[in-house]
Structures are given as C-alpha cells and as structure tokens.
C-alpha cells in the first residue's frame, strides 16, 4: 500500500474556488450559485459545522434603512471607515446592500429571525454599536439550514481538506493544494479565481485560565491559515498590529454571548462591588469591546479583582429568561449545561466573568471589489460578526464570479511542484524523534501569552520575535503519528507563522489606544499614527509599509 507522500494526487478544476466553508465561504458560494458560476467549497471541516458558525450565533446585525437616523447606510459608512480601518465607503456600501438579501436569504432556509408583535425584527444594541442586531431563536442549527440549501443549489464541497498552500503562476493565484485529514488523499485544484474564507484570526496564540487552547472564545480550529497563505502567495496583509481581539467569557467556559449580556444592561462588577467600566468609557457596558477588556484587566492590575462578575437581576425577568435561554444556548450549545453544573441563573445571582484568550487578528489588504493585491485572489473575511462574515464572503463571491466570465482555466501546476508540496505535506508522518505536534505548539502559545499580552513593550516583543524564530528553525522536525495530528502540525505551522507577523507588525505600532493591548513603551495615542500598516513578503522576508 502506497504512503500518502508516495500516492498520485486527485485534480480538480473548478470556476471559482472558495476556502473555508464558514460563514463567509457560505456567503460567496450562495453568490457565485446565484450568477451561475461552478463552484468548489473546501474546508479541513465538514460544511454543516464548519467555522464559527458551527457552533451557532444569537444574533445577524442587519442595517435596513428603515428611516430611523442609524439605521442607515450613511450612518454605517460614518461608524466603520476610519483611517485606520482598512474599509472604504464602498466596501461598506455593498456590505450593507447585501443584508436584505441575506436576511431573507435566512429566514427562507428556516433561521428563527425573531419579532416584535408589531412584525418588525427584534433588534437590539451592541458593542458600541446601534439597535443593529436582529436576535435568533435556536441559533445553534445556523449552520445545518444553509448548507443544506446550499448543496441543493448544486455548490460541489470537498469536506475534511486542509489546504497548505495557494498555486501561483505569472503573478496570479491560480487554485490550490492539500491534503484529506481522513484518508491522506493529495489534492490539487485549479480554478480561474480563489476566494480566502477561513476566518480573520489565531484563536490558540495564548491561553486562558484554563490552560486549555480549545476552551476558547471562538472557533479553535482557526490559527492563522488566511494570513499564512496570502502572504506566501504574495499578497500584502493589514491591520495585524490593530485588530487583536479579546471579550470576557463565564468562568472557565470558552463561549461567545457577552454581546447579547452586554447588550441587554447588564452591570460589570469588580471584586469589591463597583459598577466600575464609567470610568474607562462613557457607554459603560456597551461600548466597543476593546475598552471593556482594557478596563477590566486594568482594574485587574490595580487590585480590583478578580474576581469579576456580571449582574443582570435588575434587568426585566422576560428579558433575561430570553438571554439565558435562547440567545446564549445559540452561541454555544452546551451553555445551558455550563450553568446547570455552577449553578448559575441570572435573575438570582451575578455570574462570574474573566477576560479571553487573546484573538490575533488582520485583513488581507482588499479593494473595492473586495479582490486582494494578487490577481486572482479575494478576500471573504473583511467585515467581523455573522453579518459581517456571510456578508463579506457575498460581496466577494458576487465580484470573483463575474471575473471568472470569460476567463479560462490557468495551466496546472507543474509536477515538480506538486510533488515537492505533498513531500513537506506528508513529512511530520515520517519524522522520528522529533518534536511532538502538541509541543511544538505549546512553545508558540507560551512565548505569545509571555510577551504578547494585554500590556506589551518593544523590548519583550523583540525577544518573542528572537523565541518564535527560534521556534521556527525546529519546524522540519515536527512530528505526528497519524492523520489527525497531521492536520495539527500543520495548524500548529500556520500558527508560528501567523504570530510571527503579528509581533511585527505590534512592534511597529508604537503607540497605545487603537488596540486592546497597551504598549508601556508608548502609553499615548500618537496622531502621526492614524494610518494602516501593511505586511508582504519580498525576497522571502516581510516588508512593513505604513499607508
């Protein structure tokens, strides 16, 4: 029996190729089925609980122009395009046109979009942001509805292939190799564009009390797959240095739903009793997420907790049988098992909170037609959230559709190429005393959790950098014993690489206030500053331009 190193690759030619059957690769599939265009939908998952998504969401956040002041395009273009944001007015005009579409989109393939008696969705605030967030009821089966419509609209899906590198010729992205976590089946895919859907984020880079790298915020399984295989295919990357995320989460219980705890008044607390988050931002609660974080773990540092809590009993007792009950088991199905074992009900007692692991994050630099700085390449993650997400990878799949017209398949890879790729593919299978996937891992997520954290400075991200290069040179000697530890050494390998940008481009920033993070180097916000940094890769090293 041949080894997977040694069996003959699968071909596959397709119109457009999407990677990542999240929501996003969910939204640009629906688009390119929509213009008629063949369609390929590729994940290291299985579509019907692949991504975020997977695990369910309690909230779409929709702008309907319904004539209300914010709930309208102008207001959005004004919230979200900052210099420092990456988005432009038109990106965010065609996000916010897609929305009535996908809205209906949901509600035909049987998502619960709830209602108010009077007919109109039930929406509620959020994260600093408007009444924009229209509640689901039964979230966690999100996903199953649209990708059974999905394969009904004929999307062709290969589940279970991670994909370890984008093919290029001439300067253009051309499709895409990798490999199956199930059966080691080599596959090699050809299309006339490529859309990157896996996700805008490293969610195991650090840890959290728990010391367990899957107990996490959201999805663990993204590590940094988008970022990687952009920039080795030349694209330039932005904001990594920015857009680094963190949210607070039930004691010991990595789940998603602060938006909707936020959103509905409830009170932080810190150890000693005080409403305390006035003092770090005039929304209180529902202010943008990074001050929430900041102000928490700064009340951490000056002695004020833990432990933290959230309080909701002053909260109407209907409102909060509806939070408990039905939006956040739609973040994370197993969250009403989480409160049967501790105990906790929120018309009675506070629950207790702590801060996340840390989400290191970024954007594929992108145009107005949400196509990268690569021929060929678009970018399905540009926008955050359900709504975003979906809606990104909409936008994108409308515009990769249309160019794919007229244009013909590019020419294979040659087969030097293919055969060097499945070697490095298949290598840590036969590795001996080497280095344990899990391990090698550890190291990365110890280093990033010392020297990334909420408080940096320049000298303790120049170590990191000197420890993840260190890291780095041992990456030939990762071992795995079998399919499955494959896939993890190579989530382990995008993972190094993707935190390796990330410290980089921090080091850069020299400044504090546009992040979660603080640098005590540079404790202000410097206005010279007020731009996007980009990343890419020439002569085989990253470049750091400021736009």
Same mark, same amino acid.
Do not use: W
């Given at each position: 029996m041949q080894s997977s190193r040694e069996s003959i690759p699968t071909l596959t030619d397709t119109d457009l190729l999407i990677l990542g059957t999240g929501a996003a690769g969910c939204g640009a599939a629906l688009a390119a089925r929509e213009a008629g265009i063949k369609t390929l939908l590729v994940d290291k998952g299985k579509l019907e609980s692949s991504g975020c998504l997977g695990g369910g969401n309690d909230h779409f956040l929709a702008i309907l122009n319904t004539g209300a002041p914010e709930d309208s395009t102008e207001y959005a273009v004004k919230h979200y395009v900052k210099p420092t944001s990456g988005y432009t007015p038109a990106m965010v005009e065609q996000w916010v046109g897609a929305m009535p579409h996908l809205v209906a989109f949901l509600e035909d393939v049987g998502v619960k979009l709830m209602r108010r008696p009077d007919g109109s969705y039930l929406r509620t605030p959020g994260l600093g942001q408007p009444e924009w967030f229209i509640n689901i009821d039964e979230g966690q089966l999100i996903k199953r509805s649209i990708a059974k419509r999905l394969r009904a609209m004929g999307v062709d899906v290969l589940d279970h292939v991670m994909v370890s590198r984008l093919t290029t010729a001439g300067g253009r992205v051309t499709g895409a190799m990798g490999f199956n976590v199930l059966d080691g089946t080599f596959h090699v895919i050809r299309a006339k564009a490529v859309i990157l859907a896996m996700g805008n984020s490293a969610n195991r880079a650090t840890t959290n009390s728990t010391h367990n790298p899957y107990n996490t915020w959201h999805s663990p399984f993204n590590t940094g797959s988008q970022f990687v295989l952009a920039f080795e295919a030349g694209a330039s990357l932005v904001n990594l240095d920015l857009k680094q995320q963190a949210t607070l989460v039930p004691k010991g219980f990595g789940c998603a739903g602060m938006n909707g705890i936020n959103s509905a008044g409830a009170h932080e607390l810190n150890a000693i009793g005080e409403r305390f988050m006035g003092r770090y931002h005039p929304k209180m609660e529902n202010c943008p997420r990074q001050y929430q974080i900041y102000g928490t773990y700064a009340e951490q540092v000056i002695g004020n907790g833990p432990p933290f809590h959230m309080d909701m009993r002053h909260i109407d007792p209907g409102e909060l049988t509806h939070l408990q009950y039905t939006l956040m088991p739609g973040d994370k199905a197993t969250f009403l098992d989480y409160c049967e074992q501790r105990g906790i009900d929120f018309?009675?007692?506070?629950?207790?909170?702590?801060?996340?692991?840390?989400?290191?994050?970024?954007?594929?630099?992108?145009?107005?037609?949400?196509? *990268?700085?690569?021929? %060929?390449? #678009?970018?399905?993650?540009?926008?955050?959230?359900?709504?975003?997400? =979906? %809606?990104?990878?909409?936008?994108?799949?409308?515009?990769?559709?249309?160019?794919?017209?007229?244009?013909? +398949?590019?020419?294979?890879?040659?087969?030097?190429?293919?055969?060097?790729?499945?070697?490095?593919?298949?290598?840590?299978?036969?590795?001996?005393? %080497?280095?344990?996937?899990?391990?090698?891992?550890?190291?990365?997520?110890?280093? =990033?959790?010392? #020297? =990334?954290?909420?408080? /940096?400075?320049?000298?303790?991200?120049?170590?990191?950098?000197?420890? +993840?290069?260190?890291?780095? /040179?041992?990456?030939?000697?990762?071992?795995?014993?079998?399919?499955?530890?494959?896939?993890?050494?190579?989530?382990?390998?995008?993972?190094?690489?993707?935190?390796?940008?990330?410290?980089?481009?921090?080091?850069?920033? /020299?400044?504090?206030?546009?992040?979660?993070?603080?640098? *005590?180097?540079?404790?202000?916000?410097?206005? /010279? +500053?007020?731009?996007?940094? *980009?990343?890419?890769?020439?002569?085989?090293?990253?470049?750091l331009t400021w736009k």
């Open positions: 018309a009675t007692k506070p629950m207790e909170v702590e801060l996340s692991e840390i989400e290191f994050s970024g954007m594929l630099e992108t145009d107005e037609t949400f196509a *990268s700085t690569v021929p %060929g390449l #678009y970018n399905g993650c540009v926008f955050y959230t359900f709504s975003g997400s =979906m %809606g990104s990878g909409y936008v994108a799949g409308g515009h990769a559709a249309r160019a794919c017209a007229g244009t013909g +398949l590019p020419d294979a890879p040659p087969a030097s190429e293919i055969e060097e790729e499945q070697a490095r593919v298949f290598q840590p299978l036969g590795t001996e005393r %080497g280095i344990a996937q899990d391990k090698f891992e550890a190291a990365v997520r110890q280093v =990033m959790s010392y #020297y =990334m954290g909420y408080v /940096r400075n320049g000298q303790g991200i120049r170590l990191a950098l000197e420890r +993840l290069e260190m890291i780095a /040179r041992h990456a030939d000697s990762v071992m795995a014993a079998d399919r499955h530890q494959l896939l993890l050494a190579h989530e382990a390998l995008h993972l190094l690489a993707s935190c390796r940008l990330s410290a980089l481009a921090t080091l850069e920033r /020299r400044e504090t206030g546009r992040s979660l993070y603080r640098r *005590s180097d540079y404790p202000e916000l410097d206005p /010279r +500053l007020d731009r996007v940094l *980009s990343v890419r890769k020439e002569d085989g090293r990253p470049v």
